[in-house]
């Protein structure tokens, strides 16, 4: 068969024009950029005592931290950061908070059938709580619950839409309507979710509730990097390379980082996520894409696109190359790829034509900590006294809410509804360890290209994955 040109190929723009986009763009993070100095919580330097240790200052950890205070004001909670609030994942992200806590509609009904109604109920629940708390706790997240926009790019697109919708909420519109929501030549149609979708700046969140977290008394140290967890009688002493704390109860937040317990060294592997952000966009640039609506933005290839207004109208634009490190190693050399940033210019140009000569200032990237399954997954250890839960796969911001909920449940241990949940009961297959994680994942990354390429028909690999239960669903 032929290779087909997907349209970010078939419309692409002079390479000069991209050239010209990224000439003064800096490897930085533009949220991080963005808060500038942020209040700096001193290391841990005493042997401490507490009845909760929270380990990670992400998402997980900070909402653990705060969930914890709210249930039991009078508990010791202390929470480890390795670096800085907020400096990973949780700072980095495209700011999409969603409702799902499953990774979309296909993959939660095809994964847990019997659970699905559950967990769309319980996903919905979590968003509305989550724009609670914004307000409750006084989240400066810059919070805006502008629902998502699906977008259909090649003509074998427009029936996914129209005949299998990404959520059952979600809205057709053909090609005149979707380029009056936001004016691209390469929609051909779009699905409106209008309510499963908010955008939040993703640093500001991670402060916000580390202030929250500490205004409840949570006591938080950066710099605290935990090297070591044991469980001595019945404490568990969690170890850093200043001190240690002896803690009743552990939760483990640390994403995609190198996992503490053994049992969960193959179970995420990192995959880098690249980004870009443009200047602000002028009164008639932005009125020239219209996207008066400032919906999250998705196309529907395997290799996706992800894009949002900031409140100072830049766009966010995101996707496509998913890289895995070789080997699996984590390192900041890996977060300024130019091939990967210039294709994601390239794509930009192709997309939105009528903002040529918009310049990006930042380029970056981000590991996520992505498992088999696609969401996360949720274990006790050290006699019940240790819970963790980790690989999100990218869609953390609002899942991570809910997760918190339900370690502290796990280690409540007593059974309520989320805990009796298969979906948090069992764990999903693990990574083979390398060379085959490798070989397997830089296949899957190729056959899913390929399938870009071929109208969306899935190779004989990608049909295996399927059947197994291991197929990527985006």
Same mark, same amino acid.
């Given at each position: 068969?032929?290779?087909?040109?997907?349209?970010?190929?078939?419309? @692409?723009?002079?390479?000069?024009?991209?050239?010209?986009?990224?000439?003064?763009?800096?490897?930085?993070?533009?949220?991080?950029?963005? &808060?500038?100095?942020?209040?700096?919580?001193?290391?841990?330097?005493?042997?401490?005592?507490?009845?909760?240790?929270?380990?990670?200052?992400?998402?997980?950890?900070?909402?653990?931290?705060?969930?914890?205070?709210?249930?039991?004001? $009078?508990?010791?909670?202390?929470?480890?950061?390795?670096?800085?609030?907020?400096?990973?994942?949780?700072?980095?992200?495209?700011?999409?908070?969603?409702?799902?806590?499953?990774?979309?509609?296909?993959?939660?009904?095809?994964?847990?059938?019997?659970?699905?109604?559950?967990?769309?109920?319980?996903?919905?629940?979590?968003?509305?709580?989550?724009?609670?708390?914004?307000?409750?706790?006084?989240?400066?997240?810059?919070?805006?619950?502008? $629902?998502?926009?699906?977008?259909? &790019?090649?003509?074998?697109?427009?029936?996914?839409?129209?005949?299998?919708?990404?959520?059952?909420?979600?809205?057709?519109?053909?090609?005149?309507?979707?380029?009056?929501?936001?004016?691209?030549?390469?929609?051909?149609?779009?699905?409106?979710?209008?309510?499963?979708?908010?955008?939040?700046?993703?640093?500001?969140?991670?402060?916000?509730? @580390?202030?929250?977290?500490?205004?409840?008394?949570?006591? &938080?140290?950066?710099?605290?990097?935990?090297?070591?967890?044991?469980?001595?009688?019945?404490?568990?002493?969690?170890?850093?390379?200043?001190?240690?704390?002896?803690?009743?109860?552990? &939760?483990?937040?640390?994403?995609?980082?190198?996992?503490?317990?053994?049992?969960?060294?193959?179970?995420?592997?990192?995959?880098?996520?690249?980004?870009?952000?443009?200047?602000?966009?002028?009164?008639?640039?932005?009125?020239?894409?219209?996207? @008066?609506?400032?919906?999250?933005?998705?196309?529907?290839?395997?290799?996706?696109?992800?894009?949002?207004?900031?409140?100072?109208?830049?766009?966010?634009?995101?996707?496509?190359?998913?890289?895995?490190?070789?080997?699996?190693?984590?390192?900041?050399?890996?977060?300024?790829?130019?091939?990967?940033?210039?294709?994601?210019?390239?794509?930009?140009?192709?997309?939105?034509?009528?903002?040529? $000569?918009?310049?990006?200032?930042?380029?970056?990237?981000?590991?996520?900590?992505?498992?088999?399954?696609?969401?996360?997954?949720?274990?006790?250890?050290?006699?019940?006294?240790?819970?963790?839960?980790?690989?999100?796969?990218?869609? $953390?911001?609002?899942?991570?809410?809910?997760?918190?909920?339900?370690?502290?449940?796990?280690?409540?241990?007593?059974?309520?509804?989320?805990?009796?949940?298969?979906?948090?009961?069992?764990?999903?297959?693990?990574?083979?360890?390398?060379?085959?994680?490798?070989?397997?994942?830089?296949?899957?990354?190729?056959?899913?290209?390929?399938?870009?390429?071929?109208?969306?028909?899935?190779?004989?690999?990608?049909?295996?994955?399927?059947?197994?239960?291991?197929?990527?669903?985006?």
């Amino acid at each position: 068969m032929t290779a087909h040109r997907t349209a970010y190929e078939r419309y @692409a723009p002079d390479p000069r024009l991209v050239t010209e986009s990224l000439a003064d763009s800096a490897p930085a993070v533009f949220w991080l950029d963005d &808060v500038g100095a942020a209040p700096a919580y001193d290391p841990l330097t005493a042997a401490t005592p507490a009845d909760l240790t929270v380990v990670g200052g992400g998402y997980l950890g900070l909402w653990a931290a705060v969930h914890a205070k709210r249930r039991d004001p $009078g508990r010791r909670v202390v929470l480890l950061e390795a670096q800085t609030v907020g400096w990973a994942a949780s700072g980095r992200n495209g700011g999409f908070c969603e409702a799902s806590l499953t990774h979309g509609e296909d993959n939660g009904r095809s994964r847990w059938p019997e659970e699905h109604d559950v967990l769309e109920r319980l996903g919905a629940a979590n968003l509305d709580a989550f724009e609670a708390d914004v307000r409750d706790l006084g989240l400066p997240c810059e919070w805006e619950r502008t $629902g998502a926009l699906s977008v259909a &790019v090649e003509d074998h697109q427009v029936d996914w839409l129209r005949d299998s919708p990404a959520h059952p909420d979600q809205h057709f519109l053909d090609r005149e309507e979707v380029r009056a929501a936001i004016d691209s030549p390469l929609f051909l149609a779009g699905g409106l979710a209008p309510d499963t979708t908010a955008l939040v700046h993703p640093a500001r969140l991670a402060l916000g509730l @580390a202030r929250a977290a500490a205004d409840l008394g949570v006591e &938080v140290h950066e710099h605290s990097a935990v090297t070591a967890i044991r469980r001595e009688g019945d404490v568990v002493e969690v170890a850093t390379d200043r001190a240690s704390v002896t803690s009743d109860q552990v &939760v483990l937040a640390t994403g995609v980082f190198p996992a503490l317990l053994r049992r969960n060294r193959l179970m995420t592997v990192p995959v880098y996520d690249y980004v870009l952000v443009t200047e602000p966009l002028t009164a008639d640039q932005l009125a020239s894409i219209g996207w @008066a609506g400032r919906q999250g933005l998705g196309d529907l290839a395997n290799q996706f696109h992800y894009a949002r207004l900031t409140a100072d109208d830049r766009v966010l634009w995101g996707g496509y190359d998913a890289v895995y490190p070789a080997g699996g190693r984590l390192h900041p050399r890996h977060e300024d790829r130019p091939e990967s940033h210039e294709r994601l210019a390239s794509h930009f140009l192709a997309t939105f034509p009528q903002l040529e $000569g918009v310049r990006f200032t930042h380029r970056w990237a981000g590991a996520i900590d992505t498992s088999t399954q696609f969401a996360a997954f949720y274990g006790t250890t050290h006699g019940g006294r240790v819970a963790h839960a980790a690989g999100f796969t990218g869609l $953390g911001v609002g899942a991570t809410r809910w997760a918190a909920e339900v370690l502290l449940d796990l280690l409540a241990g007593l059974p309520t509804e989320r805990t009796e949940l298969r979906m948090v009961r069992e764990r999903p297959l693990p990574f083979p360890p390398e060379p085959l994680a490798s070989a397997g994942i830089n296949l899957t990354r190729w056959s899913l290209d390929r399938a870009d390429h071929r109208e969306g028909r899935r190779n004989g690999f990608l049909r295996v994955l399927d059947r197994a239960g291991l197929g990527f669903d985006s």
